[in-house]
């Protein structure tokens, strides 16, 4: 295999040509000859300061080149070329492409069909780094979210991503492969994270990124069983190392478009993508007139990740539906029966083509989730059944579960 280096580039066909990302950039890597703006491969330095403010995601596409494209051959094309970075590289590299669609194939499985991205949500990039070649990122910080007292450990990890550029879109997970080996002496396998940072980073227009990490911890006959890939990541101190591989996930994706109303079901870490969707509404469209509504399970507000910052989000921003399984002296309550409870609203929002639903958390939410939306449209004369199919193929129900 040639030596490959990543070069930023701009697509024509879908910039605007407002060069707000000329106006931006701190290098003066970009510029425009009145029928193309470029991006000049010697001077960017990846810092993703034009990223965020590009209205239309032009901006945002990346190659592995063997040979950077110069100046005036983007000057003299009206589209991309192929991104030869998403070619497998070797033969693990392709198992591993295979590897993380299963798994997605798997994650995917409740919205009943094949997945399709939402019809204005940016274009992903997917398997710019393998595990021959990973990227190398550095822990920034590593914060329980959870109670101290809580049952469950969740963590927030920031990365910080130094000079490499790792373009991530709300919705997508990246891949860890624990260090070291298995008891037969193999690797480990790799395991699946969803970024919980929207794509101009976890502090804007930073190069990082963040996970939301559950310390899988069992109490088993023979002992005590910790998570190989979990525990090793909320055990990451400041300045640890990480290889990640990714970015995985074409169809888990957020509209970009502001009139799109955002039916969100989570328990746990499930809650990761809906962080990031919701702090990309926050930074770029807080006063967008489409809908964001949460529905959060945990067992106690203790246990419910991020709670106290959720709860600063503006009433105008997002409507907020925490329900919780064990608080002492309230009935238990589970995020199907509080979709149960705002049927009327629920079932409006389904009634629009603007409307998309995306449930995420432990597989066995999907049941209960399911059965809640069945019943909310029967008693509102629609028929789920087939709404569900129309939705999933015009990219507007989305299941990830684990
Ligand atoms: C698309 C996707 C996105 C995800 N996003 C997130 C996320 O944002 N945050 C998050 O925390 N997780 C996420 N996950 C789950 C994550 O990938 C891991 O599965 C999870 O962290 C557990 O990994 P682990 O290595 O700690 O546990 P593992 O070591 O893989 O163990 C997992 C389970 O396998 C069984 N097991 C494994 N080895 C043994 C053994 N030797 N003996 C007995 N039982 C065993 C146990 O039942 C255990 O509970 C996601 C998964 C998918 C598919």
Redesign the pocket.
């Known amino acids: 295999m040639p030596d490959l280096v990543r070069q930023h580039l701009i697509d024509p066909e879908i910039c605007i040509r407002c060069e707000t990302c000329a106006e931006m950039c701190t290098r003066d890597a970009i510029s425009y000859d009145g029928v193309n703006v470029v991006v000049d491969f010697n001077k960017c330095t990846y810092s993703m300061d034009c990223i965020a403010p590009c209205p239309t995601g032009a901006i945002d596409n990346w190659v592995m080149v063997e040979k950077p494209y110069s100046l005036e051959q983007q000057f003299d094309w009206d589209e991309l070329p192929a991104d030869v970075g998403a070619e497998p590289a070797d033969d693990e590299a392709e198992a591993m492409e295979d590897e993380v669609s299963k798994?997605?194939e798997?994650?995917?499985a409740g919205a009943g069909g094949a997945s399709r991205r939402p019809v204005t949500s940016s274009q992903p990039r997917v398997n710019l780094y393998t595990r021959a070649s990973p990227v190398v990122a550095e822990v920034q910080g590593n914060y329980r979210i959870t109670d101290a007292d809580a049952e469950s450990d969740?963590r927030h990890i920031i990365l910080d991503l130094g000079g490499n550029a790792l373009p991530v879109l709300e919705g997508q997970?990246l891949g860890?492969v624990?260090p070291g080996a298995?008891?037969q002496g193999r690797k480990?396998?790799m395991?699946?994270?969803?970024?919980?940072s929207p794509r101009d980073g976890e502090r804007p227009n930073h190069n990082n990124i963040a996970?939301?990490?559950?310390?899988?911890v069992?109490q088993?006959d023979d002992g005590v069983?910790?998570?190989?890939?979990?525990?090793?990541?909320c055990d990451l101190s400041r300045g640890d190392r990480i290889e990640l591989t990714g970015p995985?996930?074409n169809t888990?994706l957020m509209p970009d478009n502001p009139e799109a109303n955002i039916i969100m079901v989570c328990t746990?870490?499930?809650s990761?993508?809906f962080r990031a969707m919701t702090e990309r509404r926050r930074r770029t469209m807080p006063n967008a007139p489409g809908k964001l509504l949460l529905f959060f399970g945990a067992r106690t507000p203790g246990e419910l990740p991020y709670f106290g910052p959720l709860m600063k989000l503006p009433d105008s921003l997002i409507q907020r539906e925490l329900v919780f399984s064990r608080e002492p002296g309230r009935p238990k309550e589970y995020v199907q029966d509080r979709i149960h409870k705002c049927s009327d609203q629920v079932a409006a929002l389904l009634e629009s083509g603007q409307t998309h639903i995306y449930v995420?958390g432990l597989k066995g939410m999907e049941e209960g989730v399911e059965t809640a939306l069945e019943e909310v449209c029967s008693g509102h004369g629609l028929d789920w059944r087939a709404l569900r199919n129309v939705m999933r193929d015009e990219g507007r129900l989305h299941v990830?579960?684990?």
Do not use: Q, W
């Open positions: 798994m997605l798997v994650a995917h969740v997970s860890v624990p298995d008891g480990h396998h395991r699946l994270y969803s970024v919980c996970f939301t990490v559950k310390r899988v069992e088993r069983f910790r998570g190989i890939a979990s525990n090793y990541m995985y996930g888990f746990g870490t499930g990761a993508p995420c990830e579960t684990y």
